[in-house]
């Protein structure tokens, strides 16, 4: 563009170059092809001095618009750069995990690993169920080597347990543990009754139910709730304890022994069955010998 903008100021000094050559030739009457007239040297000075002028001038254009080209050209690419790393680029930026369905993603080592910090991993996070949640819980609390970590797994399979998904159960679970430990045993069984025609699937509703029967003597009625139970989860070591229990109570020992032992299979560490087993042992050996 600079060129253009200083091409009339160039053409105009030609043309006065143009002129004065013609009145020089003219003013002395000589041909400029006479090599040795003053007028020939004269006019192959100026003639000089014009090309000189003109290639300066051009050259600081073209200087110029070097710079100028350079400079655009490197903003450019640093504009572009900037904008790629700003955006992120899809092959190399993976998408972010993000939304509802993120917050029942199982960290990396398994779903028994839920609430412990969660190490860092590029693959994609994987669901998982409550089902598979109990599952891997359970096969943690088979294989707890410590006392606290045991204890630590069964709290957290029974706050499990616990969640029923309703505002309206979770009111009247607290009102018939407060019922409970009042010793108001028929309000709590009537809250009870209340939970289980709510939602038949939710365990906690029956063993709590059972206990109730339990603690006011009615064993068959707490045998069927156990039944429920164990049919929902039959891993459901409370139950079986309590199963145990009452077995050993009717004075079936030898089959309290074998529930028993089934409950340190599932809890190795459960020191209540652990004292069981012990003095189930102690007794039939005693009877048989």
């Not at 006019?43 to 090309?51: F, H, I, P, Y």
């Not at 028994?112 to 590029?122: C, E, F, N, V």
Request: one cysteine or more.
């Amino acid at each position: 563009m600079r060129f253009f903008l200083f091409a009339r100021p160039i053409c105009s000094l030609c043309g006065a170059f143009e002129s004065l050559q013609t009145t020089l030739v003219g003013f002395s009457g000589l041909a400029p092809s006479s090599r040795h007239s003053s007028v020939y040297k004269l006019w192959r000075r100026s003639g000089t001095c014009a090309v000189v002028l003109l290639a300066l001038v051009m050259l600081s254009l073209g200087t110029g618009e070097g710079k100028a080209m350079a400079s655009g050209a490197k903003g450019d690419r640093a504009g572009h750069s900037g904008l790629r790393t700003v955006r992120g680029l899809p092959d190399r930026h993976p998408k972010l995990n993000t939304g509802p369905d993120a917050a029942l993603s199982g960290p990396a080592g398994g779903p028994a690993q839920i609430g412990r910090p969660t190490p860092q991993h590029h693959g994609p996070a994987r669901q998982y169920t409550r089902q598979q949640l109990l599952d891997a819980l359970f096969m943690e609390l088979r294989d707890a080597d410590t006392l606290n970590k045991a204890q630590g797994i069964s709290r957290r399979i029974h706050s499990l347990f616990m969640q029923s998904g309703s505002h309206t159960l979770d009111l009247l679970m607290m009102r018939s543990a407060e019922a409970v430990e009042s010793k108001q045993y028929g309000l709590a069984l009537d809250l009870l009754d209340a939970v289980v025609r709510l939602d038949p699937e939710y365990v906690e509703g029956w063993n709590r139910r059972a206990t109730v029967h339990f603690l006011k003597e009615d064993l068959g009625r707490s045998l069927a709730d156990i039944e429920q139970v164990l049919r929902i989860e039959p891993r459901h070591y409370p139950a079986l304890s309590g199963f145990a229990m009452i077995l050993r109570r009717t004075g079936k020992n030898k089959k309290a022994l074998e529930v028993f032992q089934h409950v340190l299979g599932i809890y190795p560490l459960l020191e209540n069955a652990q004292d069981a087993v012990k003095s189930l042992r102690m007794e039939l050996w005693g009877q048989y010998h």
